[in-house]
């Protein structure tokens, strides 16, 4: 299990190299830093079975959308445990990427990822800018599961204020999601 605290807004983002699920888009591995647009990057922690990125799929490709409209890199990092949670095993998430999913899909298999980024949840965000710190973590917004819910828009309104230069006051939430599923 994940003992470490992470990374937090302020912090320098580590770079990596990842395998690449989504064949569609990009190398067969690749680095935050090849990742990063004019304006920064965002890494999401995701997965394939977890009910709260399901519900929050179209929202994530809306943000995905926004982000590369606003020269700014997105990915996403599925890190669970394949062996136990086999719908998140490689040739899954290779499905999961053939079926439209418009960003890369890396794939932290040993977790030393999630472990050095100290994610707790899938999905958890990570907006970084253009100088390689993370200027906000936590959620999209308040409702993964269920859009009509959402009261908020954190992730939306970080890259709204990151993009025109502004200060992110509420650069910190609780993501909300499934844990991450840690190799026993």
């Known amino acids: 299990m994940n003992a470490s605290v992470g990374i937090e807004p302020g912090q320098v983002a580590p770079d990596f190299e990842l395998p690449n699920a989504n064949k569609n888009l990009g190398k067969d591995t690749l680095s935050l830093s090849e990742i990063m647009g004019d304006n920064g990057a965002i890494i999401t922690f995701t997965c394939n079975h977890c009910p709260y990125v399901v ?29 136990n949670y086999e719908s998140d095993s490689w040739p899954n998430m290779v499905k999961r990427a053939s079926k439209g999913m418009s960003y890369a899909y890396l794939h932290d298999a040993d977790q030393s990822i999630a472990t050095l980024y100290g994610a707790e949840r899938t999905p958890e ?23 009509s819910h959402a009261t908020t828009s954190e992730l939306s309104d970080a890259i709204d204020l990151l993009v025109a230069g502004k200060e992110i006051k509420d650069n910190r939430t609780q993501s909300i999601g499934c844990s991450v599923k840690w190799k026993v």
Do not use: H, Q, T
């Not at 179209?58 to 959308?65: F, N, Q, T, V």
């Not at 907006?127 to 917004?141: C, E, H, K």
């Open 125 to 147: 965000f990570y907006l970084i800018n253009a100088s390689g710190n993370v200027v906000y973590r936590g959620r999209l917004d308040d409702s993964p599961r269920d859009p």
């Open 55 to 83: 519900g929050s799929e179209s929202r994530i490709e809306k943000m995905a959308l926004k982000a590369r409209n606003n020269n700014i890199g997105f990915i996403g990092i599925n890190s669970n445990d394949p062996v």
